[in-house]
Nanobody, 116 residues
């Protein structure tokens, strides 16, 4: 099994910054990618950013230029640096770990609230 523990969410004013962290533990071999998704009230969960095992990144258009995903392989940790936050970034942010045929895992989520 895999456990994902997120931290770093909170309340911030528009234009501010937050940094999310997600630490993976357990059966964490054969990782294809790690990433972040978010879900706002009444909306489906959506991709924010992912980083593969060869450090290839992918971002949602809505966060390009503002958010940066990074991964510390030895620490099994993925980060999401969020700058120039907007009220529409308000959501629960979920960490994801994809092990392909070995499974896909989610963290418990961390709330990010951006006030205008």
């Amino acid at each position: 099994q895999v456990q994902l523990v997120e931290s770093g969410g909170g309340l911030v004013q528009a234009g501010g910054s937050l940094r999310l962290s997600c630490v993976a533990s357990g059966s964490i071999f054969s990782i294809n990618s790690m990433g972040w998704y978010r879900q706002a009230p009444g909306k489906p969960r959506e991709l924010v950013a992912t980083v593969t095992n060869i450090s290839r990144t992918n971002y949602a258009d809505s966060v390009k230029g503002r958010f940066t995903i990074s991964r510390d392989f030895p620490k099994n940790t993925v980060y999401l640096q969020m700058n120039s936050l907007k009220p529409e970034d308000t959501a629960v942010y979920y960490c994801n770990l994809d092990r392909g045929r070995y499974g896909n895992y989610w963290g418990q989520g961390t709330q990010v609230t951006v006030s205008s």
